[in-house]
């Protein structure tokens, strides 16, 4: 984290670019394959129908994005984005092996290169932790999304459930960091992922940076796992 607290792009760029190769494996052995069920329950949630246009910013090595095309349909139209290109390598692939016909692109979240109002969803998924300046890109997403439309986000948070979060945090402090470093190589990249999701707002004070960006007509959220993770919905105004 810089001065102000909030992350620097630049070392972002590089942590993830160096973590690439073996993230899926990283997140496969580190959450046991449960945030693929997070995912899922995302796209249930956003009521995301056949034929709708999506946006997945942050989409790393393309697993949203996947999700999203198989409830679009061949009609539907998905576009995956990362400003990370390292990140999309293994992306296309992916989306091909199982069919799937999607739209892989190099963008900033908080300064996308779509027109306004494009996409009936947009979405990311632990990626908005990482980003220098969150409410403006709530704006963004908003922004290239239609009136009426959803935002979703997908991200880590605080366990409040007293007994699960001493454990869960004693797992995030010292376990996962390890693990991670020996899947990837890159334990100082786990470390700093860990201390991002126990500092960054979850719950309400994520909420309030919804509210803060003024672009939600509503918004609402749902816990994951005890609160491991949270989904948050926004309707755009």
């Given at each position: ?11 972002i760029r590089s942590m993830f670019a160096k ?30 129908k056949a034929g709708q246009k999506v946006l ?173 993770a949270y989904i948050y919905k926004g309707v755009?105004?």
């Open positions: 984290m810089s001065a102000n607290h909030s992350p620097n792009p630049e070392i973590v690439a190769a073996n993230y899926d494996r990283g997140n496969s052995v580190l959450s046991m394959g449960i945030h693929h069920l997070w995912r899922k329950k995302l796209v249930k949630w956003s009521g995301a997945d910013c942050a989409t790393g090595t393309g697993d949203l994005a996947i999700e999203f095309k198989k409830a679009v349909g061949p009609q539907g139209k998905v576009t995956g984005t990362d400003f990370c290109a390292e990140m999309l390598i293994p992306a296309p692939a992916k989306a091909a092996e199982r069919g799937l016909d999607i739209t892989f692109e190099q963008a900033d979240v908080t300064q996308l290169q779509y027109t306004d109002n494009l996409f009936d969803i947009t979405s990311i998924s632990f990626g908005i932790r990482n980003v220098s300046d969150p409410v403006k890109a709530l704006k963004e997403m908003a922004r290239v999304t239609r009136s009426g439309g959803t935002v979703m986000v997908l991200e880590f948070g605080q366990v409040q459930l007293p007994v699960f979060s001493s454990l869960y945090n004693f797992y995030s402090m010292h376990v996962l960091p390890k693990i991670g470093g020996l899947v990837t190589g890159q334990k100082d990249a786990y470390e700093y992922l860990q201390k991002s999701s126990a500092a960054f707002p979850c719950r309400e004070g994520f909420l309030d940076l919804m509210k803060k960006s003024d672009a939600y007509s509503s918004f609402e959220y749902t816990a994951l796992t005890g609160g491991i755009v105004k």
